[in-house]
């Protein structure tokens, strides 16, 4: 049932790490197909891929997804789901990134049941918990939250600190944020409104505009993911994924 969301799926071609990346195959399959078959499957409404290319465009549009060309200007994958929204009256604006193949739609229903339930709060998302390596490792970004699951802070450091002093050190666990949003409409129209802040310059995380100028984001714990496209060696650890899941 169709709960007036928007869900727009920003697909650039002209990746700088990886260039075209949301047509490379994953199994056989582009990645962007990959995205958009499972925002079609939440059933919260219409889904639109924004993209900049004639290429993508032109893939999309021949696999019956409804596709949104896009200003090359634009400064990000918000800003072009914001231009891709535009003339729509959906209340919630779903933003799912296009290299992302294994989203799922239970991650999206949950985080979108967060903010549905949450009236303090303009933005949703979503989080895994975090071990290993990828702790301290900067591409993955790490999240502070109170007790309701309200982000507090997003950075690319490992944080809360674990004081080896602390009697809860050893248990308490660090969170993975997926890069994924769920804007109220006016929320969305605020947040590209806004110049970019002190911290999202430093940290280059875009989110830390919203908690910079007081809007508020619930985080939903959610079951882990497959791994993002940002690198050719990124869609190669997917197909060894996809191998190993079977």
Not at 139 to 152: E, F, H, P, T, W
Not at 173 to 190: D, M, N, Q, S, T
Not at 200 to 227: D, W, Y
Request: hydrophobic share 35%; with cysteine.
């Amino acid at each position: 049932m169709s709960e007036n969301c928007l869900i727009v799926i920003p697909a650039r071609y002209g990746s700088q790490r990886f260039p075209g990346k949301v047509l490379a195959k994953l199994a056989g399959k582009p990645v962007i197909q990959r995205v958009w078959e499972a925002a079609i499957a939440t059933g919260l409404g219409d889904v639109r891929v924004a993209t900049e290319d004639q290429r993508v465009f032109d893939f999309l549009k021949s696999i019956g997804a409804a596709a949104v060309m896009t200003s090359p200007d634009c400064k990000s994958g918000t800003d072009r789901v914001y231009e891709a929204s535009r003339g729509t009256d959906a209340d919630y604006i779903i933003n799912i990134q296009g290299d992302e193949p294994f989203m799922t739609a239970e991650t999206l229903k949950k985080a979108f049941s967060k903010l549905k339930n949450s009236p303090d709060c303009q933005i949703g998302t979503a989080c895994v918990k975090l071990e290993g390596d990828d702790i301290n490792n900067p591409n993955c970004v790490k999240i502070a939250m109170d007790a309701k699951g309200r982000a507090l802070y997003f950075s690319r450091c490992p944080i809360p600190y674990h004081h080896p002093l602390s009697t809860i050190a050893d248990t308490y666990p660090y969170y993975l944020h997926l890069g994924f949003y769920i804007y109220r409409r006016e929320a969305l129209a605020k947040f590209v409104s806004l110049p970019q802040s002190p911290l999202e310059k430093l940290e280059r995380l875009e989110q830390l505009r919203a908690l910079e100028n007081g809007m508020r984001i619930c985080v939903e714990e959610v079951e882990p993911l497959g791994p993002s496209i940002d690198t050719l060696e990124d869609l190669k650890a997917a197909e060894e994924y996809i191998l190993n899941r079977k």
